[in-house]
């Protein structure tokens, strides 16, 4: 069974930092374009981040380029959103993705995945 999990979310004060993983089981990432969204009470998903399957594209949302980096670890099977100077607005529940040799468009919200995690909360403590 192929199967994606998140972890490490939690509670964060604004201006904070937190990590997300996602772990995957039953397939490994290598040939895997990866990614991140989120999803806000009573608002659209929003694609965060993601890196093509060769690496060679990698792009962010508008409102966290410059606070997020999204990376992957292949020997682990292990891709992670590091969040730093977080915002009451990053409160959403996140989700990673990943796609066979997916790509990554500019507009991250409409690269297709075809795999998703079940997602993690990161909520603002303030």
């Known amino acids: 069974q192929l199967q994606l999990v998140e972890s490490g979310g939690g509670l964060v004060q604004p201006g904070g930092s937190l990590r997300l993983s996602c772990v995957s089981s039953?397939?490994?990432?290598?040939?895997?374009?990866i990614g991140w969204f989120r999803q806000a009470p009573g608002k659209e998903r929003e694609g965060v981040a993601c890196?093509?399957?060769?690496?060679?594209?990698?792009n962010y949302a508008d409102s966290v380029k410059g606070r997020f980096t999204i990376s992957r670890d292949n020997a682990k099977n292990t891709m992670y959103l590091q969040m730093n100077s977080l915002k009451p607005e990053d409160t959403a529940v996140y989700y990673c993705?990943?796609?066979?040799?997916?790509?990554?468009?500019?507009?991250?919200?409409?690269?297709?995945?075809?795999?998703w995690g079940r997602g993690t909360q990161v909520t603002d403590s303030s």
């Open positions: 039953g397939f490994t990432l290598d040939d895997y374009g």
């Open positions: 993705a990943a796609e066979y040799l997916g790509g990554c468009h500019q507009s991250v919200a409409i690269q297709p995945f075809e795999y």
């Open positions: 890196i093509s399957s060769s690496g060679a594209s990698t």
